[in-house]
């Protein structure tokens, strides 16, 4: 059993880093229906498409994609319906003033049960340029083989 402050992944955004450069993260409680959970706790999720929207004060979820719940009846939730984010009318009102400037995004990094609660590791992120990405994968490549030179020569 995982201790309570543990996180429990189910889903994480791979492309978002490559993607954007992520300059503030924020963590959000997501309100879900019974299938929603029993599909998340079988591990289903994807956040490639996602995004958070900000309407009339409050934080949603948009194209995050939890597939039907496999033993679910006619009670089953439809995949990519918009989910209502839990956080402070400050940090809502952070999010909404960033979303709102030029070339920024705020997206889902990850999705995970902590303390037996569903939460959203959501950011603030800079849309990368192409260049920029090379950057990166050549910085990331470049640090490969420097670690591999190391473990050779021990």
Not at 49 to 70: F, K
Not at 87 to 100: F, N, S, V, W, Y
Not at 135 to 151: G, N, P, Y
């Amino acid at each position: 059993m995982a201790a309570d402050n543990e996180r429990q992944m189910v889903a994480r955004n791979k492309r978002a880093h490559h993607d954007y450069a992520i300059s503030d993260t924020y963590e959000a409680g997501i309100v879900l229906s019974g299938t929603e959970v029993k599909s998340l706790r079988a591990g289903r999720a994807s956040l490639l498409d996602g995004y958070v929207s900000i309407r009339d004060g409050e934080a949603w979820l948009q194209n995050v994609h939890i597939p039907a719940y496999e033993s679910g009846t006619w009670t089953n939730h439809p995949p990519r319906q918009a989910r209502k984010l839990l956080l402070h009318r400050k940090e809502i009102r952070q999010l909404a003033k960033a979303g709102q400037e030029k070339g920024f995004a705020v997206i889902p990094l990850a999705l995970y049960f902590s303390g037996g609660y569903a939460k959203v590791e959501i950011g603030v992120g800079r849309g990368k340029r192409e260049y920029d990405k090379r950057q990166t994968l050549a910085e990331r490549d470049a640090r490969r083989e420097a670690e591999r030179a190391v473990r050779r020569r021990r």
